[in-house]
């Protein structure tokens, strides 16, 4: 099984590229599962139903969230309702959604998509690895197909979890820093890695927001409003290829031009 998975879908200009190409991009790759992060596709900083809802008919088969997952109004009624789109598990139990989905693949085929959240700056309930172990076990008792996003500020700690999951998962990938990693691999027993997809979104920018703006940031140590930028928009992510028993055989880095 081939799955992409995106990195970071960031506002308007990421939602046209995954609109613009996801749909092509399943044919021409022969993909058999798309999953996107998606909790920047609201200008820069969050995600609503709606805009959730374009995601998931354009082709993505789940999204995964992140910090920025409660900055709209109205996204918790939503997110109950929702199947395949998750926030991370290790927000309090008490607030609304859910931190597993699992969805079909092309062929029928059942796999798991779990949401963790990194504990650096970016203050989780619980730490991710708490909980893991558990979700793990949920998600293989149906399916050994199990596919981890772990939303994360720190290298180092995205890297621990893809050597505690090693084995027991068919992957293990980086979200939020926006910058795409060159650490692609597959560890023992066979569980695809890498520290961060990067971003599906302007590049011409700081991280998706307008260069001159964060520039301004940094040189006047004053606030600035965030907007989102617009230039050399691409897709990032990483190409997973999966066996009949759910290991990780092969991970690639893509990158493709989302200019229209």
């Given at each position: 099984?081939?799955?992409?998975?995106?990195?970071?879908?960031?506002?308007?200009?990421?939602?046209?590229?995954?609109?613009?190409?996801?749909?092509?991009?399943?044919?021409?790759?022969?993909?058999?599962?798309?999953?996107?992060?998606?909790?920047?596709?609201?200008?820069?900083?969050?995600?609503?139903?709606?805009?959730?809802?374009?995601?998931?008919?354009?082709?993505?088969?789940?999204?995964?969230?992140?910090?920025?997952?409660?900055?709209?109004?109205?996204?918790?009624?939503?997110?109950?309702?929702?199947?395949?789109?998750?926030?991370?598990?290790?927000?309090?139990?008490?607030?609304?959604?859910?931190?597993?989905?699992?969805?079909?693949?092309?062929?029928?085929?059942?796999?798991?998509?779990?949401?963790?959240?990194?504990?650096?700056?970016?203050?989780?309930?619980?730490?991710?690895?708490?909980?893991?172990?558990?979700?793990?076990?949920?998600?293989?008792?149906?399916?050994?197909?199990?596919?981890?996003?772990?939303h994360g500020e720190a290298t180092s700690e995205k890297v621990a979890m893809g050597w505690h999951?090693?084995?027991?998962?068919?992957?293990?990938?980086?979200?939020?820093?926006?910058?795409?990693?060159?650490?692609?691999?597959?560890?023992?027993?066979?569980?695809?890695?890498?520290?961060?997809?990067?971003?599906?979104?302007?590049?011409d920018s700081v991280i998706g927001v307008k260069k001159e703006i964060i520039l301004r940031r940094?040189?006047?140590?004053?606030?600035?409003?965030?907007?989102?930028?617009?230039?050399?928009?691409r897709l990032e992510g990483a190409l997973l290829e999966l066996d009949g028993a759910g290991h990780?055989?092969?991970?690639?880095?893509?990158?493709?031009?989302?200019?229209?």
């Open positions: 099984m081939r799955i992409l998975f995106l990195g970071d879908v960031f506002g308007p200009a990421g939602l046209r590229a995954v609109e613009g190409h996801v749909p092509a991009l399943r044919e021409e790759l022969g993909l058999g599962l798309v999953v996107a992060n998606g909790e920047n596709v609201a200008d820069g900083a969050g995600i609503t139903g709606r805009l959730a809802d374009r995601l998931l008919a354009a082709g993505i088969d789940c999204l995964t969230l992140g910090n920025h997952t409660w900055r709209r109004n109205g996204i918790g009624p939503y997110l109950v309702g929702s199947e395949r789109v998750i926030r991370p598990a290790n927000f309090l139990a008490s607030l609304p959604g859910r931190g597993i989905c699992f969805v079909p693949a092309a062929d029928g085929t059942e796999v798991a998509v779990l949401n963790l959240l990194g504990g650096l700056t970016l203050q989780p309930a619980r730490s991710a690895f708490e909980i893991v172990d558990e979700l793990v076990a949920e998600a293989r008792a149906r399916t050994p197909f199990v596919v981890v996003d772990v999951l090693a084995g027991r998962v068919s992957a293990v990938v980086g979200t939020h820093t926006h910058v795409q990693t060159n650490d692609a691999r597959v560890l023992e027993g066979g569980t695809a890695y890498v520290t961060d997809l990067g971003m599906t979104g302007p590049h940094f040189l006047t140590q004053l606030p600035q409003r965030s907007e989102p930028a617009d230039g050399d928009v990780a055989t092969g991970i690639e880095l893509f990158r493709r031009s989302g200019a229209r």
